[in-house]
């Protein structure tokens, strides 16, 4: 269906016939509105066919609609229905053809019938009118134009399509492969949930859709590793629906290449300066051992002992009985291919190409519009610019089956259908063209239902000149020569991947603090991976609010580790230990290495100190210091160290009062005080024997 919203035109005020002006370009049309006209883009005409193609002795059943969706009524009309018998041979003829500027040629009037006022909000449909190649006029198969002109008092509405006509089912067959993502929603985590699974995989989920729909045909698919991963994760806790769409695909007979983890954007990577693709580095963040400490089983399968038999306890599990999967057992899968680097369409420019070749590509599927040909018809889809090869999908062809997978009503999915089998007979009836195949994609979508899907996939399979073919066939064959038409990504998007990495390397230096660095390092390079997903270009929004909350999230993880503020300490002996409070915010132990430094000569630091600070806690770490050459206020640097010497937080300039000699004056103090109060008491003990003995011998003097 092609709908067209006309120039309105003041018939009357020009002075001009209705026939005389339709047949005027719209774009050279001088708009002249009476006051209670309709407003043009208001007002339209469709066109819906009730097949793909007439093939020979066949019929075609056209329907037109014109719809007032203006406040004011629309004056009765007339609405024409015309052909052309010129076909068109090009792919330039029929993007002409469809614009609504040009001048349009149809000279053979199919119908005409009167339209009645239609009221605000009303829509007239008229009935079916069939076609035959006789009444089109057709002997040659081909693709031939169609338009329906609507003309009222003061509006004029035309809409244009095309017809192909295909008598001849020998006609030499253009090969068409078709490639389909499999992904989930975009997400942040690097790792489905249970439940996002569940949900996934639930009879009409996401996952289930596509899949089914696809299964077993001559449908490429590029599937995300992290759906594979994280379901494997998952372990016992698996949700079963999760499993069985897992080995459903894994006897699925398509052919199967993986795309980047989570789906990254490639382009939006080698755009922001990385050097080499990101991939996951370990997914040890999202195991739980109890999901894969397996279930014991006995021989006999009733769990009860065997009679006869004493039953002999089992023996304590080792404690690598049951390890934890690994990165490559968590991803691996039987693809048919590999190497395919698959961006969004139209995001790459020619830097991209030796980026992608680095991180092991030898194939980069990209649409048309991402290239330029010097040919005279549609290159097929193997191609290459310089030492790059290139799978290069069919824009035009692709975007009207993709129309096709996602439409909602049976009728929607019939316009397109027809818009493809125009778009393919068009490429195979281009003169001079040799046997070709093309390659068309679905985007990061997801069908309304996996019925909609197969049913669109059936469809395209009988359309006139397609011969199914395989990706790996299609891409290849001798490939064209073509030119990059450089298209860059998003500059916001693009600075935020390049900020992306420079805190995944502040991250790393991080985690070096933690018994095992890869714990946060890969759950970092994962949320990353997810972050860059090529459906979230999409939900620019939603994106921006996914960013902004990691970014918070990985400034809180630098910042969790830290020196607290500390007051002025006083040191009042020669040799103690400083005190210092170091703070652990993160969720996991963290080792790290406090070193003080002064520049005073005053104060001297023995060592520095390795201390483990326990999860979400603060602790006293203590330097041992000692005096070394006078008193007075010294200014101690305080910073934090990971055992591998990575900087963690900043430094704290910690005052500290040396009064060493205080010691030695104290010490003198109080063994002054004890030898006054030795000899006081000394004194007393004399005096008190002297008044003794002066008492003694005045006594023994009276007593005389």
Do not use: C
Not at 639 to 662: C, F, T
């Amino acid at each position: 269906m092609r709908v067209l919203l006309a120039t309105v035109v003041g018939l009357l005020s020009l002075g001009a016939t209705p026939p005389a002006l339709a047949s005027e370009p719209p774009a050279t049309a001088r708009a002249v509105t009476a006051p209670s006209a309709a407003a043009v883009e208001d007002v339209s005409v469709s066109i819906r066919q009730s097949a793909s193609f007439i093939g020979a002795g066949g019929t075609m059943a056209v329907t037109v609609t014109v719809e007032n969706t203006t406040p004011v009524p629309v004056a009765d009309g007339s609405l024409t229905l015309r052909s052309s018998t010129d076909s068109i041979t090009s792919r330039d003829t029929l993007t002409e053809w469809l614009d609504p500027s040009t001048k349009a040629d149809t000279d053979r009037t199919l119908s005409e019938v009167p339209v009645p006022a239609l009221q605000p909000g009303a829509t007239h449909t008229i009935t079916p009118i069939e076609v035959s190649a006789a009444s089109l006029g057709l002997t040659v198969g081909g693709v031939y134009p169609i338009d329906a002109v609507f003309t009222s008092a003061e509006t004029v509405v035309e809409a244009r399509d095309t017809i192909v006509y295909s008598p001849d089912p020998a006609a030499t067959p253009l090969g068409i492969a078709v490639v389909m993502p499999i992904t989930a929603p975009p997400g942040t985590t690097g790792l489905l949930t249970a439940d996002a699974l569940a949900f996934y995989t639930s009879p009409n989920g996401v996952l289930t859709r596509q899949l089914d729909g696809v299964i077993d045909r001559p449908v490429a698919l590029g599937i995300d590793p992290m759906i594979i991963a994280s379901i494997r994760a998952l372990g016992d806790a698996a949700p079963a629906s999760a499993v069985a769409w897992l080995d459903t695909l894994s006897r699925a007979t398509n052919e199967t290449f993986p795309l980047q983890y989570a789906d990254a954007d490639p382009a939006v990577q080698a755009q922001a300066g990385i050097p080499n693709l990101l991939s996951p580095t370990s997914l040890l963040f999202g195991l739980d051992p109890e999901n894969f400490a397996g279930e014991p089983t006995d021989d006999t399968g009733t769990g009860e002992p065997v009679p006869g038999e004493t039953e002999t306890p089992s023996p304590d599990p080792a404690p690598d009985e049951n390890p934890l999967p690994t990165l490559a057992e968590l991803t691996e899968w039987p693809y048919t291919t590999t190497g395919i680097v698959w961006p969004a369409d139209n995001t790459v420019v020619s830097t991209d190409l030796p980026v992608f070749a680095a991180s092991g590509a030898t194939s980069t599927l990209l649409s048309s519009g991402n290239v330029a040909s010097t040919a005279s018809y549609t290159p097929g889809a193997a191609s290459r610019v310089g030492d790059a090869a290139l799978i290069v999908s069919d824009a035009a062809a692709s975007e009207a089956l993709r129309g096709a997978v996602t439409a909602i009503s049976t009728d929607e999915q019939q316009d397109a259908l027809a818009d493809l089998a125009a778009q393919i007979m068009v490429v195979g009836s281009e003169r001079s063209a040799p046997d070709r195949s093309l390659v068309l994609t679905l985007d990061r979508g997801w069908p309304p239902s996996s019925a909609r899907l197969s049913e669109a996939l059936s469809a395209l399979a009988t359309l006139p000149l397609v011969a199914s073919t395989s990706l790996s066939a299609a891409a290849s064959a001798e490939p064209a020569t073509v030119t990059m038409v450089d298209t860059p990504e998003d500059a916001g998007r693009t600075a935020t991947a390049a900020r992306f990495s420079a805190r995944e390397a502040e991250i790393a230096s991080f985690a070096t603090v933690l018994a095992d660095p890869t714990l946060l390092t890969g759950e970092e390079r994962a949320e990353i991976l997810a972050l860059l997903a090529v459906a979230w270009r999409d939900n620019p929004a939603d994106w921006d609010a996914a960013v902004l909350e990691h970014d918070e999230q990985t400034a809180a993880i630098l910042d969790s580790v830290s020196i607290t503020a500390t007051t002025q300490i006083n040191m009042v002996s020669n040799q103690t230990s400083l005190p210092f409070s170091v703070r652990n915010d993160f969720d996991q132990p963290v080792t790290v290495v406090l070193q003080a430094s002064t520049s005073s000569l005053k104060l001297s630091v023995d060592a520095a100190v390795t201390q483990t600070i326990p999860a979400n806690s603060r602790e006293t770490v203590r330097v041992p210091v000692q005096a070394r050459l006078g008193n007075g206020d010294v200014s101690v640097r305080v910073q934090l160290y990971s055992p591998q010497n990575a900087v963690i937080g900043g430094s704290v300039q910690v005052p500290v009062s040396v009064r060493a000699d205080w010691e030695g004056i104290g010490a003198a103090v109080i063994g002054g005080l004890i030898v006054a109060l030795f000899l006081g008491g000394l004194v007393r003990t004399i005096r008190k024997r002297r008044h003794a003995k002066a008492q003694h011998m005045s006594t023994e003097s009276g007593n005389e």
